[in-house]
Every structure is written in C-alpha cells, then in structure tokens.
C-alpha cells in the first residue's frame, strides 16, 4: 500500500512559478510510475506529466517547455515544477502512483492550484 500527501499548492498569477510536492509513504523506488493529474471544475480528470521507473518522462502536450516532473528517492517524494503559469492551470493536482506487483493506482487528496490575477 502506498499513502500519498500532497503539496505546495495555492495562488499565483499569471507567469508565476509554483512547486508541487508528492510524498510517499514508502520508497518511490518500488512504484512503477508515478504521475500528475489535475482536474478544473467541470472538466474530467487529465494527465500532466509522468515519470516512469527508469526516469522516462512525459507530458500533457498543453504544458510541455513549462512544467517539468522529477523526483528525491532519498526523500521518497516526486515534484511538479510549473513555471509560466496560465488561468487554464487552475485546477486540482492529484498525485498518482502505479504499482505494478498488484495492479493497483494510489490517489493523494489532491491539491488546489489557482493562477488569477
């Protein structure tokens, strides 16, 4: 099992930079791919950004060149960097993770991101 927690969210304006932290509660090592999701009111629910096992990443087209995933395996946490924020970001941001072993995706509560001026 796998509890995730979630932060760094909050206010920004447009162009602003935010840093979204996933902590885990045992080593990221063990999960096969972990993931950003965010979810804007009325809109289902989109992959952000993704980072795999052997460090492959991959991107939602509409925030490629501005947000960029990574990850601390000593602080079993992963990261969203987002820079050049827009209005259209504003959103929910869910961590994910995926654990191969027993097939099963892991949900954080969720944090809320807002870019208004």
């Known amino acids: 099992q796998v509890q995730l927690v979630e932060s760094g969210g909050g206010l920004v304006q447009p162009g602003g930079s935010l840093r979204l932290s996933c902590a885990a509660s045992?080593?990221?090592?063990?999960?096969?791919?972990m993931c950003w999701y965010r979810q804007a009111p009325g809109k289902e629910r989109e992959l952000v950004a993704r980072i795999s096992m052997s460090g492959n990443t991959n991107y939602a087209d509409s925030v490629k060149g501005r947000f960029t995933i990574s990850r601390d395996h000593a602080k079993n946490t992963v990261y969203l960097q987002m820079n050049s924020l827009k209005p259209e970001d504003t959103a929910v941001y869910y961590c994910n993770a995926f654990v191969a072993s027993n097939n099963y995706n892991y949900w954080g509560q969720g944090t809320q991101v807002t870019v208004s001026s």
């Open positions: 045992r080593s990221i090592l063990s999960i096969s791919v």
